[in-house]
């Protein structure tokens, strides 16, 4: 009778010394608090086993944690008509066509006014077009439900690469169709030279 009672007293003593060592008092370990905090270094909700962050789901990143976004393409958009910086370092190569040799201009503008080192017939109206529109020398995709003259203005193509503002420039520009016509007209001082009919 003596060795059963002396074994309940031992479960007794051994399950109030845990209640005592668990906080709150109540509870084994790993249990809630009176505030229902859990105790550090206890497998809850915010860390998994090894102390790090645990998202519910083994191996996958949490709502809330920093993701990495891909980088952005380098081609920029094509920046929107109206004033600009008027910053720019473009070289520009118009062809005559048939035999004659083409014309090669060098423009470099800061703030709207023509560097020393531009070699341009007109480069201070040039810098002030760009420093008016910055989009000047990258125009829009003609739409396919306009219909554009069906008049030639000459053989002359050009062709101009650099950057604006610091968006990169890579245009071409000819006079076959009266569409084609009206963006060398708009871009003339730039090109240093004037379309053909329109």
Not at 119 to 134: D, E, V
Request: charged share 10%; with cysteine; net charge negative.
């Amino acid at each position: 009778m003596r060795k059963p009672l002396m074994h309940v007293l031992l479960i007794a003593a051994t399950a109030t010394a845990l209640a005592a060592c668990s906080p709150g008092g109540s509870g084994g370990p790993g249990a809630p608090g009176p505030t229902g905090s859990s105790p550090a270094g206890s497998n809850s909700s915010s860390t998994g086993s090894s102390g790090t962050p645990s998202s519910g789901t083994s191996g996958t990143p949490s709502a809330d944690a920093e993701t990495t976004a891909a980088a952005p393409s380098p081609s920029a958009p094509a920046p929107t008509p109206g004033p600009g910086a008027g910053n720019a370092e473009l070289s520009i190569m118009v062809k005559p066509g048939g035999i004659g040799q083409p014309a090669n201009y060098t423009l470099v503008c800061r703030d709207g006014v023509p560097a020393a080192e531009s070699q341009h017939p007109s480069a201070t109206a040039a810098c002030a077009a760009l420093k008016a529109n910055a989009a000047l020398l990258s125009p829009a995709p003609r739409p396919t439900d306009k219909a554009c003259t069906q008049q030639y203005g000459g053989p002359q193509e050009a062709t101009v690469t650099g950057s604006v503002d610091d968006r990169p420039v890579e245009a071409t520009f000819s006079l076959r169709d009266g569409c084609e016509i009206a963006q060398w007209n708009a871009a003339k001082d730039v090109l240093g030279s004037s379309g053909g009919a329109g």
